[in-house]
C-alpha cells in the first residue's frame, strides 16, 4: 500500500511557473510508477503526465507536452510536476495516483492509489 500527497499548488498568473511535489510512504513505494491527473471545474479529470519507477520513461498529455516536465527522486520518495508557460486553461485541480503493475499509464482505472489533490489557478 502507498499513500500519496500532493502540495506546490497555489494562484500564478499566465505565463508562470509552478512546481508540484507528490510525496509517497509506504513499502516499496519506488516500484510504482507515477501519473499526475488534473480536473477542472465541470470536465472530465483528464491525464496530465507519467513516469516510470526507474524514470527513465515519461508520458505526456499533448496538451502540456513542451510546458510540464515530470521527475522523480526516489531516494526522497517524491515525484514533481514542474509546470511553466502556465496558461488559464491549466486552472484545476491537481492529483497524483500510483500503480504498478504496467497498465496503460493514461487511463485512471490503471491507478488505484491517489492523493487528495492540489489546487491550481492561472489568471489570466
Known amino acids: 500500500q502507498v499513500q500519496l500527497v500532493e502540495s506546490g499548488g497555489g494562484l500564478v498568473q499566465a505565463g508562470g511557473s509552478l512546481r508540484l511535489s507528490c510525496a509517497a510512504s509506504g513499502r516499496a513505494s519506488a516500484s510504482y510508477a507515477v501519473g499526475w491527473f488534473r480536473q477542472a471545474p465541470g470536465k472530465e479529470r483528464e491525464f496530465v503526465a507519467a513516469i516510470s519507477p526507474a524514470g527513465g520513461i515519461t508520458t505526456y498529455a499533448d496538451s502540456v507536452k513542451g510546458r510540464f516536465t515530470i521527475s522523480r527522486d526516489n531516494v526522497k520518495s517524491a515525484v514533481f510536476l514542474q509546470m511553466k508557460s502556465l496558461k488559464p486553461e491549466d486552472t484545476a485541480v491537481y492529483y497524483c495516483?500510483?500503480?504498478?503493475?504496467?497498465?496503460?499509464?493514461?487511463?485512471?482505472?490503471?491507478?488505484?492509489?491517489w492523493g487528495q489533490g492540489t489546487q491550481v489557478t492561472v489568471s489570466s
Open positions: 495516483a500510483a500503480e504498478r503493475f504496467g497498465s496503460d499509464k493514461k487511463s485512471q482505472s490503471s491507478y488505484p492509489h
